[in-house]
């Protein structure tokens, strides 16, 4: 692109009542619209010469029909002048500035010498106004000056006395140039007399049509409806003038056209009432049009509508690819993708038009562009004079290319390109597997779904943006593509020592993953779950880890206990069982750097298939009873709660006879606390080995949180044993009552009990004060997270408007816009996140064909 | 006295230098820019100062990432 002309600066600048009537169109004069027969009314607020919405009617300024023509301005001569209100504070400033009789600005000669010596052209007027503050007397005229004040939005009084908006325009027409120079404003572009308006510029009616109803009634634009109360009391305001009505209706007509004028800018200017609509509705006027994250910027601007796009409620699949998407068939049928029809697939393209079925062909675009509908009845035609050049649009179909999202979207995995799968239902399916870098779940998310138009957008996509390439998260260089919750436990029950399986089992848990070659049995006559899970893995697979399942502090590596020491050697789970990290880190992580993204969708379809099968046959739940520890637990834990409780009180007592050794940096009261709560997380502490041993390895909690694969001991603990200590603010429940969280207790109460320590478990229920407490503690965790998730949206917004047009370029320099160098290596080592292992070096792994 | 001792040996602070006229022309087509794209580095800089540069002159920055070493370079403007 060649550019000839480079923005060097925009001014903005105020409209002179001179320069309104120069580009206005026609001179409103009648507060009305249409006439009895629906024609516009000449000189009305939608006169044929502010352009024309109706269809057949043509524009009186330029002569154009209702698209050719974008609209004209007009204007409305006000009787008396208002203030413009978006520009008080500017009117305000300017007032306290200058001279009340002289109207010079309120600085000595010698004072504006010295900022003009000292101060560049741009910094003389922000120093200005800083120096002017409260001088009581003119420098020039020696004029006592009185308080200015303005009362929002838009009355001003000198001293006790109100001024009207003729006294503000005189006093600000009486400002000279060069002072308004001084003060930060360009006389000859913008005269601050301007700022109270005389003309107001109406806007096109095309900025503000009207809709025609079923009922045939006429719904005008809210802009409109202002317009016409501004014209309504304008014109009463003329006519008590002419018959020279007392000063005070005139007062009160004039302040009543001041509202209208204010509400026609912004309907939510503060301390007035908005105007409202016959039906209550306040009113859409020319701000609220523009403001916020409904208005024209953030709405029509940065964020537009798109065709070839759908949204539905998803549900899970565990059946389809990680690459997939399950469509509806009803969205299936709506969507489309372009063929081009060519001499080649001229036939078939003509089939395709004559199927009843779908899939179907929905329009046909003629090489003229015209669109035809593809009917029952016009598909015959249609197909007889398809000829190459024109365009079919046949609905989506198995296989094709689109790309899925789920809102918000924080990182480039919020958006992946997958591969269609119409299936029967309403919702769109995914795989579990794609969960995470979505961060969807079932409990009603929605997700989107668009369909590439071209073939470039297409090969894009597929080449930058699919499923399988994004198993490797670029935030932290781990799978973030991977099986969870189920999937793990599943392949822990598979690969641990003891999980073994009859032939006609194996075959099934075979099958399921989709192998259909049975290997010789290893266990006598039965099939160990390490050899059927070793299918799932490439044939030189080669690895050894020792996984977090080992208790030991060294492993006895082949000897371990807990199954924790993992041998992979020639594609063969030799020995260890299968947790959460390994699964992800271990396995996954490998296969994709070492066998490609293709081997890596494979292993995770298939491995989490055949884990889900394994627990689903198995069976894998919980009950109350996993929770009962019993009497001889509870007696451990009632002791390790008696022990703190008393730690505590001897604590306490030692801070009230100041015998407690103070620590470093704290005052006694906070050391009281510190240790308090150390005790008490100690106490809590103390429970996981009577839960762990009580509830045995084999309870559900306790396996989930050893393989990893949901929850944490902690959750057991709170469960079977206590909840503990709970915290508003990192301390102790302090809040409440004077001295006391509750009245249940004492005032000054320093106990365990007083300040939110809870030892009854979840499986026994909490008293009132107990529930109280924790309630304190969980409405601090929702409010957070309601406060993060609306502070980082905002942060990500303003990131993402401030880094989106930079590029790395293929020299790995980074490029803004303009061709701008911001970086000279991207990352400084010119890596990508993705593709760098743990220790730092670059995967070099097989790419994708 | 000890003060451009400080600048010039501080271990936080990257070496700098004026990139020479005869390698100019050689850095601007390997990017594929004119000088205006390079990042900036004002003429009142304390390194900038230290190297008694001229406006429009390039500074080469050579810095020791945590990676690998890097070369920047920054156009001197007013
Ligand atoms: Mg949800
Ligand atoms: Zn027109
Ligand atoms: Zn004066
Ligand atoms: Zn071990």
């Given amino acids: ?849 | 006295m000890g003060l451009a001792d400080f600048r010039l040996s501080h271990f936080l602070v990257p070496k700098h230098d004026v990139l020479a006229k005869s390698r100019r022309e050689e850095l601007l087509s390997s990017l594929g820019v004119d000088e205006n794209k390079l990042p900036k580095i004002k003429i009142t800089d304390p390194q900038v100062k230290l190297l008694d540069a001229k406006v429009g002159d390039i500074i080469k920055i050579t810095r020791k990432d945590p990676t690998r070493e890097n070369t920047y370079y920054r156009l001197v403007v007013k």
């Fill in chain 1, 1 to 849: 692109m060649v550019v000839d002309k480079v923005i060097d600066k925009i001014k903005f600048s105020l409209f002179s009542p001179e320069m309104v009537r120069k580009i206005s169109a026609a001179k409103i004069s009648v507060p009305d619209t249409y006439n009895e027969d629906g024609y516009p009314i000449d000189g009305g607020l939608v006169d044929q010469r502010l352009g024309v919405i109706d269809p057949g009617l043509r524009c009186k300024t330029c002569g154009g029909k209702i698209r050719s023509c974008s609209g004209h301005f007009g204007h409305i001569e006000l009787v008396r002048p208002v203030i413009h209100p978006e520009f008080a504070k500017s009117i305000f400033v300017l007032l306290k500035a200058t001279c009340q009789s002289c109207h010079r600005v309120l600085v000595s000669k010698k004072q504006i010498d010295d900022f003009k010596a000292a101060l560049k052209d741009e910094e003389i007027a922000e120093q200005m106004l800083a120096s002017i503050k409260k001088l009581s007397k003119c420098p020039y005229c020696e004029a006592k000056q009185q308080d200015i004040k303005l009362e929002k939005p838009t009355t001003f009084y000198r001293g006790d006395k109100m001024l009207l908006p003729t006294e503000v325009r005189e006093v600000l027409a009486a400002i000279p140039n060069d002072d308004l120079k001084l003060l930060g404003v360009d006389p000859e572009y913008s005269r601050p007399e301007w700022m109270v308006l005389t003309v107001l510029l109406v806007p096109p009616v095309t900025v503000r049509p009207s809709i025609t109803l079923e009922t045939g009634e006429r719904s005008e634009d809210d802009l409109t409806h202002k317009l016409v109360d501004i014209m309504r009391i304008n014109q009463r305001l003329e006519a008590n003038i002419n018959a020279g009505a007392p000063q005070l209706i005139i007062e009160d007509l004039w302040e009543l056209l001041q509202y209208h004028v204010t509400t026609y800018f912004n309907n939510e200017t503060t301390g007035i009432p908005p105007a409202r609509h016959r039906s209550g509705r306040p009113l859409k006027t020319l701000s609220q049009r523009l403001k916020g994250k409904e208005g024209r910027f953030r709405y029509n601007l940065s964020g537009k509508r798109v065709n070839f796009s759908a949204r539905t409620v998803i549900s899970p699949d565990p059946n389809i690819s990680i690459n997939e998407v399950g469509v509806p068939l009803q969205i299936a049928q709506e969507l489309t993708v372009p063929v081009k029809v060519t001499q080649w697939n001229l036939e078939e393209c003509k089939k395709m038009i004559m199927r009843t079925e779908y899939p179907l062909v929905n329009y046909i675009i003629r090489p003229d562009g015209k669109r035809k509908k593809a009917t029952e009845k016009s598909r015959e035609e249609l197909s007889t004079t398809l000829e190459p050049g024109c365009i079919v649009e046949r609905q989506l179909q198995d296989g094709d290319i689109v790309l899925f999202n789920r809102q918000p979207s924080l990182h480039r995995i919020s958006i992946m390109c997958h591969n269609v799968r119409v299936l029967p239902g309403r919702s769109f399916r995914l795989n579990l597997a794609v969960c995470p870098p979505y961060n969807a779940d079932f409990d009603g998310d929605e997700m989107n779904l668009h369909v590439p138009q071209t073939e470039e957008a297409r090969v894009e996509a597929d080449l930058l943006m699919k499923v399988q390439d994004q198993i490797i998260s670029p935030r932290h260089g781990r799978a973030i593509i991977k099986g969870q919750e189920d999937h793990v436990s599943g392949a822990y029950f598979l690969t641990r020592k003891s999980a073994e399986f009859i032939k006609g089992e194996a075959c099934k848990i075979l099958s399921i993953a989709g192998i259909y070659e049975l290997p010789k049995p290893d266990r006598g006559g039965k099939y160990s779950g390490r050899l059927l899970f070793s299918q799932l893995l490439p044939k030189d697979f080669n690895l050894s880890y020792v996984s977090k399942l080992c208790r030991e502090k060294v492993c006895k590596k082949e000897n371990c206990e807990d199954d924790g020491y993992v041998v992979i050697k020639n594609g063969r789970l030799l020995s260890g069982a299968i947790e959460s990290k390994g699964f992800e880190s271990e396995l996954i992580e490998k296969i994709v750097r070492d066998y490609g993204s293709d081997a890596a969708r494979e292993f995770i379809d298939n491995a989490t298939r055949m884990s889900l099968y394994v627990i689903s046959k198995q069976g894998f739940s919980v009950n109350l009873t996993n929770y009962t520890i019993p009497e001889e637990g509870r007696k451990q834990v009632e002791e390790i709660v008696e022990n703190a409780k008393r730690e505590v009180d001897s604590l306490v007592v030692q801070y009230k006879n100041k015998t407690l050794a103070r620590l470093p940096g704290r005052t006694l009261r906070e050391t009281l606390e510190e240790r308090i709560m150390m005790t008490l997380s100690k106490a809590r502490n103390n429970c996981e080995d009577i839960v762990e041993n009580h509830l045995g390895p084999e309870n559900t909690s306790i396996l989930m949180a050893r393989i990893g694969s949901r929850g944490s001991i902690l959750n057991a603990i709170q469960m079977a044993a206590m909840l503990g200590q709970q915290a508003v603010r990192g301390k102790r429940i302090s809040r409440g009552y004077k001295g006391r969280p509750l009245i249940h207790f004492r005032r000054g109460d320093l106990g365990a009990e007083a300040k939110g320590f809870v030892t009854s478990s979840f499986r026994d229920g909490l008293n009132p004060k107990e529930y109280f407490f924790h309630s304190m503690g969980g409405r601090e965790s929702l409010v957070n997270t309601a406060i993060r998730t609306a502070r980082s949206g905002y942060m990500q917004r303003r990131l993402i408007n401030a880094l989106q047009d930079l590029v790395v370029f293929s020299d790995t320099t980074v490029r803004d816009a303009g061709g701008a160098i911001v970086e000279f290596v991207y990352g400084g080592d010119g890596n990508d996140p993705k593709k760098i292992t743990k220790g730092g070096e670059v995967m070099t792994g097989p790419e994708r064909e």
